[in-house]
């Protein structure tokens, strides 16, 4: 069974750093595949549209959307089939709900369940 797995979530304080973690599973990402897959971050305000905040490609290259682009950083690591996402800077704006994606082409796309972020002082 194919999962995506998101942790690290919690209460931050503004100008502080949270470390999100997102963990693949199952066969779809067993051995070397989960390396040939790019893999993104979310997230989702309450009342709001999901938004993409960061991806990262098979080779490592990342994208940022402007609004974490120089406070946040992603980054794989293939052998724990698991990416992170660096949050620092914290602003209360960043506060959602940040979900995990794998796009499979011609499969599907995952989802993991979320973790939710509260950056409150």
């Known amino acids: 069974q194919v999962q995506l797995v998101e942790s690290g979530g919690g209460l931050g304080h503004p100008g502080g750093s949270l470390t999100l973690s997102c963990l693949a599973s199952g066969s779809m990402f067993s051995g070397s595949l989960f390396s040939f897959y790019a893999v993104a971050w979310y997230r989702q305000a309450a009342g709001k549209q999901r938004e993409l905040v960061a991806r990262?490609?098979?080779?490592?290259?990342?994208n940022y959307s402007n609004s974490v682009k120089g406070r946040f950083t992603i980054s794989r690591d293939n052998g724990k089939n698991t990416v992170y996402l660096e949050m620092n800077g914290l602003k209360p704006e960043d506060t959602a709900v940040y979900y995990c994606?794998?796009?499979?082409?011609?499969?599907?796309?995952?989802w993991g369940q979320g973790t939710p972020v509260t950056v409150s002082s």
């Open positions: 990262i490609n098979s080779d490592s290259v990342p």
């Open positions: 994606n794998i796009d499979v082409p011609g499969v599907t796309a995952y």
